[in-house]
């Protein structure tokens, strides 16, 4: 999936274009409002890419169905699958130090032991007792 700032930018295009195209079918910015049950703050911000959580996929599709436009350009401006449903998350970014201890647990050439011994020391240095839950005494 694509950074926020980039699905900002493509949906705040799509919006844009939706809006101009809109304009000079003559219609209007209330006709939008009335037609999609929004008002036109939510429409501008989309546009601007003002917003920090993804727009509600009932809103995205009232704005489409509003100005008669297939949702799945909408959809594929803000990177969402064809269901409306955000696309698969990209893997965090990790420091360069736990990307090695990710990839020697994942390794099938690095022993049980090994592993274990890693798997030890992390739970001292996080205060875990091994299923998730902070060691006796550990505040």
Do not use: H
């Given at each position: 999936?694509?950074?926020?700032?980039?699905?900002?930018?493509?949906?705040?295009?799509?919006?844009?274009?939706?809006?101009?195209?809109?304009?000079?079918?003559?219609?209007?910015?209330?006709?939008?409002?009335?037609?999609?049950?929004?008002?036109s703050t939510?429409?501008?911000?989309?546009?601007?890419?003002?917003?920090?959580?993804d727009?509600?996929?009932?809103?995205?599709?009232?704005?489409?169905?509003?100005?008669?436009?297939p949702?799945?350009?909408?959809?594929?401006a803000?990177?969402?699958?064809?269901?409306?449903?955000?696309?698969?998350?990209?893997?965090?970014?990790?420091?360069?130090?736990?990307?090695?201890?990710?990839?020697?647990?994942?390794?099938?050439?690095?022993?049980?032991?090994?592993?274990?011994?890693?798997?030890?020391m992390?739970?001292?240095?996080?205060?875990?007792?091994g299923?998730?839950?902070?060691a006796a005494?550990?505040?």
């Amino acid at each position: 999936m694509a950074s926020l700032e980039a699905r900002r930018a493509a949906f705040g295009r799509f919006v844009r274009r939706a809006l101009e195209d809109a304009k000079d079918r003559r219609i209007s910015i209330k006709e939008i409002e009335r037609r999609a049950g929004m008002g036109s703050t939510t429409f501008y911000r989309w546009r601007d890419g003002d917003w920090t959580k993804d727009p509600r996929p009932t809103q995205v599709d009232a704005f489409c169905e509003a100005l008669d436009i297939p949702t799945r350009a909408a959809y594929r401006a803000l990177g969402w699958g064809a269901d409306g449903k955000p696309a698969d998350q990209p893997d965090a970014v990790f420091d360069p130090e736990l990307r090695a201890i990710q990839r020697k647990l994942m390794d099938p050439n690095v022993s049980d032991t090994a592993k274990e011994s890693i798997r030890n020391m992390l739970r001292l240095i996080i205060g875990s007792n091994g299923n998730g839950r902070r060691a006796a005494g550990q505040d």
